[in-house]
């Protein structure tokens, strides 16, 4: 059974940076899509970065330019570069692995969540 543990989450100022790290352990499944949510309370889970084998990585305009999407295949290790962190990046973010057919995800494992706080 694949197992995604997050970690690298926790309190900034406004300005500074933060990498979150998702590691894939268990199963033998090879994944082409990889996916960071956020969720704020009382708010749906939005996708702010997602990439996959056969195309390039995409963000949400509120992050664009600021949050890079990475992956190391030989670590298993999906990781999110966020920089220049706002108040408004604040949130638990959630990575999310597995496979897609088109734009749908076949199979998907997720990982527990890592509170981000980005004080102003």
């Known amino acids: 059974q694949v197992q995604l543990a997050e970690s690298g989450g926790g309190v900034v100022q406004t300005g500074e940076s933060l990498r979150l790290s998702c590691e894939a352990s268990g199963g033998t499944e090879t994944f082409n899509a990889m996916a960071w949510y956020r969720q704020t309370p009382g708010k749906q889970r939005d996708v702010v970065a997602m990439?996959?084998?056969?195309?390039?990585?995409r963000y949400a305009d509120s992050v664009k330019g600021r949050f890079f999407i990475s992956r190391d295949g030989v670590r298993n290790t999906l990781f999110l570069q966020m920089n220049n962190l706002k108040p408004e990046d604040t949130g638990v973010y959630y990575c999310?692995?597995?496979?897609?057919?088109?734009?749908?995800?076949?199979?998907?494992?997720w990982g527990q969540g890592t509170q981000v706080t980005v004080s102003s």
């Open positions: 990439s996959t084998t056969t195309g390039g990585p």
């Open positions: 999310r692995q597995g496979r897609v057919a088109g734009t749908a995800w076949v199979t998907d494992y």
